[in-house]
């Protein structure tokens, strides 16, 4: 079994604050694949970044980072200089190579409320 | 434009009245899903379907079917709908694995009275 979880059920910051969202996963496979997805009030889901097991390098995009780290099963996000657009709901997800099956389940965590203040 | 469209984004219904939110895809992609979001449960699996005519059950089945007869749609289908499938919906492909990440449709907001 697999699960992801996202302890931060609400964040709030002021603008230009940084901010780190966690994510925990759990897996007994070794081939894996971690996402992030960021939901807007308008209430799609897009997709951020993508990340396997064997890609432990920490990722830059902009304003965005992700901070993968095996030791600790965790696949953390951080954005800098924060602005009100970036208020969302984020989740965290996990897949798995393990069984055909398995290849075709993204596990969600619960999802973190972010709200940026101006 | 490569997308996932659902029909409708926004339902109210009555208990015990069948529906179906339809789901298309133009990317080709082999897999398909369907998950449920609902507040403090993240999203859910309810079924997915990794080519035609296959199919498989994800973690919350009950009270749904679907079908692929044709490799691009994905309908959700509820036979009789009770309240507590009241749920936002999410539709959504990749090409091969989830290990791809899916692209997820805009989302049916369904409320069952």
């Known amino acids: 079994a697999q699960k992801v979880t996202q302890a931060q059920t609400e964040i709030s910051v002021v603008e230009k604050e940084d901010v780190t969202l966690d994510c925990v996963y759990e897996?007994?496979?070794?081939?894996?694949?971690l996402f992030w997805y960021k939901q807007p009030p308008s209430g799609e889901l897009v997709f951020l970044i993508r990340?396997?097991?064997?890609?432990?390098q920490n990722e830059i995009s902009g304003r965005y980072s992700w901070n993968f780290q095996k030791s600790t099963s965790s696949f953390n996000f951080t954005i800098t200089a924060s602005q009100v657009v970036d208020s969302a709901v984020y989740f965290c997800a996990l897949s798995s190579l393990r069984r055909e099956t398995s290849g075709s389940r993204l596990t969600f965590g619960e999802g973190t409320q972010l709200t940026v203040n101006p | 434009e490569a997308q996932v469209t659902q029909n409708p984004r926004y339902l109210i219904t009555v208990t015990g009245k069948k529906l179906t939110v339809t789901c298309s895809q133009n990317?080709?992609?082999?897999?398909m899903s369907w998950y449920r979001q609902d507040p403090g449960l993240g999203l859910r699996q309810i079924y997915y379907?990794?080519?035609?005519?296959?199919?498989d059950k994800g973690d919350v089945p009950e009270g749904y079917k679907v079908s692929r007869k044709e490799k691009r749609n994905f309908p959700l289908i509820l036979e009789s709908p009770s309240p507590n499938q009241t749920s936002l919906y999410f539709c959504?492909?990749?090409?091969?694995?989830?290990?791809?990440?899916?692209?997820f449709g805009s989302g049916t907001r369904l409320t069952v009275v």
């Open positions: 959504a492909s990749s090409l091969n694995r989830a290990n791809y990440g899916y692209t």
């Open positions: 379907s990794m080519n035609v005519e296959v199919t």
């Open positions: 990340r396997n097991s064997f890609d432990e």
């Open positions: 897996t007994r496979d070794t081939t894996y694949y």
């Open positions: 990317m080709n992609h082999e897999y």
